[in-house]
């Protein structure tokens, strides 16, 4: 007999973008001449830059000689590419090359990372949050069932980030084991200070606690003091391990890669009490379950560094800055509450007194023909919220914000 994992029964089926995709088809059945501006996807729209291309190119050409040709590369990524990331992203911080592990994913990465904890760890999220954090654990077994109720799973800590704390966590009031951040937010698009953060580190520092740093947006920052990698924490090194991926920096959502950071002062515990290296293992699983990124693609990701790419990476993030800028202003002079988008890509506004985030959707889709991400399909936190992306064309963002104006 085959028996199932039956963890998988306790998950949610999230009909968030089928639901909308489906009501956004109706409407556009039945107003065949309304133009709808979707400003509720989050992935980007800007092609890979000039300086990415030639280098994959290149590396295609490569390939395709006797000399040139790759079979399997290292599992962990090629050495330039994981030198690159050490040199540029953590200049300063003293990340050797051993630490960094290229992936296809940051959202593999932090589905994968559950392989290392025990079964019974204790998870603490924040709420709304990025699903995956959330439903790989529900798979591993380590919530209880779902309340209809409370829109929460049991045995999973919750740690609301809205208004009322101006979108910073409190630390946990129960013992848990581990901790996930992602700063800048999905989907709220705030932020945390250092000062923030360092409450987090210290806290996981004193109750050996394991950070998940999720870092997927940090090029987006454009404020002072927001840290752009954990490790800008001190101490930070002995409790958390990084995620990053090129997808929302360089546009690499369709190419695919990423990268987790392990350090070599991170630890785990045996019930024993014995110390295991968190690289170490992690090291294992990697060699274990995965061939590499393609050397193509590596070499596009390593491009992203280059004195060109950096330049015009840093071009279509200003691009995308700027639609969150018209986004953000436009929402406030036409009255509402808006939180994020200034180093983010999202743009998180409180829907009109009285109205669920789904009526809002409802009403913005039907008078406005806007499409935008009901906050409440992020966590049961999310109710009363709504999120709209900067990821669109300039002339659509404005055309959204003129049309919202408009209806309200
Ligand atoms: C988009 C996103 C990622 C990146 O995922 P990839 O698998 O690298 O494309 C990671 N975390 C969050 C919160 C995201 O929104």
Not at 235 to 257: L, M, N, Q, Y
Not at 285 to 303: D, I, L, M, P, W
Not at 330 to 355: H, N, R
Request: hydrophobic share 35%; with cysteine; glycine share 8%.
């Amino acid at each position: 007999m085959f028996y199932i994992n039956e963890n998988f029964l306790r998950l949610q089926d999230s009909y968030l973008f089928s639901t909308i995709a489906k009501k956004v088809s109706k409407f556009q059945e039945e107003n065949p001449d309304k133009k709808i501006i979707k400003l509720g996807i989050g992935d980007v729209t800007k092609p890979i830059v000039p300086a990415v291309l030639k280098a994959m190119h290149k590396a295609v050409d490569e390939i395709g000689t006797s000399e040139g040709f790759k079979g399997y590369g290292p599992e962990q990524g090629y050495d330039f590419l994981r030198k690159a990331i050490a040199e540029n992203d953590y200049k300063g911080l003293n990340i050797d090359e051993s630490e960094i592990f290229v992936s296809d994913g940051a959202k593999c990465d932090c589905g994968n990372i559950v392989d290392i904890f025990d079964e019974n760890s204790k998870i603490a999220i924040t709420d709304p949050v990025y699903p995956v954090y959330l439903d790989t654990n529900v798979m591993g077994g380590r919530s209880g069932e779902f309340n209809k109720e409370t829109g929460k799973y049991e045995n999973i800590v919750y740690l609301p980030v809205r208004s009322e704390n101006n979108f910073v966590p409190e630390l946990p009031k129960e013992k848990v084991d581990v901790i996930y951040l992602c700063f800048p937010n999905n989907p709220t698009g705030t932020v945390l200070t250092k000062e923030e953060l360092k409450k987090f580190v210290d806290y996981a520092k004193e109750n050996k606690v394991l950070i998940l740093f999720d870092s997927a947006y940090e090029a987006f920052i454009t404020e002072p003091n927001i840290p752009h990698s954990i490790y800008e924490i001190e101490g930070a090194k002995e409790v958390a391990i990084e995620f990053r991926s090129f997808s929302k920096t360089a546009g690499f959502t369709g190419v695919r890669c990423a990268f987790a950071v392990v350090p070599n002062e991170l630890f785990g515990y045996t019930k024993s009490g014995e110390k295991v290296s968190l690289n170490k293992l992690w090291n294992r699983r990697v060699t274990t379950k995965f061939n590499g990124v393609s050397y193509v693609v590596q070499r596009g990701a390593e491009a992203v560094y280059s004195e060109e790419g950096r330049k015009e990476i840093k071009e279509n993030i200003k691009y995308y800055l700027d639609n969150a800028k018209i986004i953000r202003e436009g929402l406030k002079e036409a009255g509402f509450t808006v939180y994020g988008g200034v180093s983010s890509p999202y743009i998180w506004l409180k829907v009109p007194d009285g109205m669920k985030s789904w009526e809002f959707f409802d009403m913005l889709l039907e008078k406005a023909n806007v499409v935008g991400t009901p906050g409440s399909g992020f966590g049961p936190c999310g109710e009363g919220y709504f999120r709209l992306t900067a990821f669109g064309t300039k002339e659509n963002s404005i055309e959204a914000i003129r049309r919202i104006k408009e209806v309200m």
